[in-house]
């Protein structure tokens, strides 16, 4: 099927976004015709969970049955979760199941089971949703939460792997009491109670090997009860099959998303200036955990309503058409600019938050 064509050079960011549009969804039915199986959306969205959810479980039991080693799980686990991710997305937008709401709930409630380290989804779905309205702008509080924006330092570094961390460091930033309370409570409220119960168990795993391992280093091992040795054995099996996994999958998504957006100084609405593609070699391990996420993401803002894996085929023409409507590859200067789209001297204030 022959693509429609356009010069970048004759043509304002509404039309190329316009154009880009256009391509990606006609390359959409045209797969769909070529593999009929896609127009089973409901179908597809449910098989996909299905392994997903089944190879974490084998992964696990596998892990608990001695077969496979500790790192294997969690890796595998990452993969699987990453999975999940991106069925929460769908489910956010209503791909799956969308006039069946049983079905519907259900799948966003396994998704978040997969997921303990994340919000409540249904919360999730309102601040998403104003994301793609006010994507790049202080009030989009989505990316604000994974540190887009923020310059790079040792506190971006923290927060972009740590949903807790996060929240805690704009805690302490925070100017009034009333300020620092607001985050306080509107954070107990988003991550309760799955991604709470999530990262105190990591914390406690953190804080338990650490004490263990400085208090065998100084030659003064601790004799712990056999009440908090088998309480350990029971955390360190969850960080293994469930908590570590969404650890690792946490970080490498919010690295990714966080480095694919721009911030700050985006024309309102201009989807040109929203995303990057953002997919060099290197950043496979991280790409690995978050399903691609930076190569078929900003497709994404320009065809909202396209599943996950149409986007994963659609990629190839729609990197071809976005390349020629100038949206930028691989743009590493964001990681100096602190996301802006233009070069810019840091302010001060951005200066101070980077240490």
């Not at 004799?223 to 996994?245: C, K, N, Q, R, Y």
Request: proline share 4%; aromatic share 10%.
């Amino acid at each position: 099927m022959s693509r429609p064509t356009a010069s970048p050079q004759l043509v304002n960011d509404q039309q190329r976004s316009a154009h880009i549009r256009e391509v990606v969804m006609a390359h959409g039915v045209e797969l769909r015709k070529r593999y009929p199986i896609l127009k089973h959306q409901d179908l597809l969205g449910a098989g996909i969970l299905t392994v997903a959810l089944v190879g974490m479980c084998g992964s696990a039991l596998l892990y608990l049955e001695g077969v496979i080693a500790w790192w294997a799980c969690l890796l595998l686990n990452a993969f699987f979760a990453s999975l999940t991710h991106e069925l929460e997305h769908d489910l956010i937008h209503s791909m799956y199941f969308r006039k069946q709401r049983i079905a519907h709930n259900l799948m966003m409630a396994m998704v978040w089971l997969a997921r303990p380290s994340t919000i409540n989804p249904w919360i999730r779905r309102h601040l998403h949703l104003n994301h793609h309205k006010v994507s790049g702008t202080e009030t989009d509080m989505e990316e604000r939460a994974i540190t887009n924006g923020e310059p790079w330092g040792i506190a971006r570094l923290l927060m972009v792997g740590d949903n807790v961390m996060s929240s805690l460091i704009r805690m302490l930033r925070a100017q009034s009491w009333i300020h620092k309370r607001s985050i306080l409570l509107r954070t107990l409220k988003v991550y309760a109670p799955l991604a709470l119960l999530n990262w105190s168990t990591w914390y406690v795993f953190l804080g338990f090997h650490a004490a263990d391992a400085l208090a065998s280093a100084l030659g003064a091992p601790i004799s712990w009860s056999g009440a908090t040795l088998e309480a350990m054995g029971i955390v360190d099996i969850a960080v293994v099959v469930l908590v570590g996994p969404n650890v690792l999958r946490t970080f490498c998504l919010h690295f990714v998303s966080s480095n694919m957006h721009y911030y700050g100084d985006v024309e309102p609405g201009n989807v040109i200036q929203q995303t990057q593609v953002l997919n060099p070699w290197w950043m496979w391990p991280l790409q690995a955990f978050c399903f691609n996420f930076g190569s078929t993401h900003a497709i994404h803002h320009f065809v909202v309503k396209e599943p996950f894996y149409i986007r994963q085929m659609t990629a190839p023409v729609a990197h071809k058409v976005m390349r020629e409507m100038g949206v930028r590859f691989n743009d590493f200067g964001t990681f100096a600019r602190a996301n802006r789209w233009h070069a810019q001297e840091r302010t001060t204030a951005e200066k101070v938050q980077a240490v």
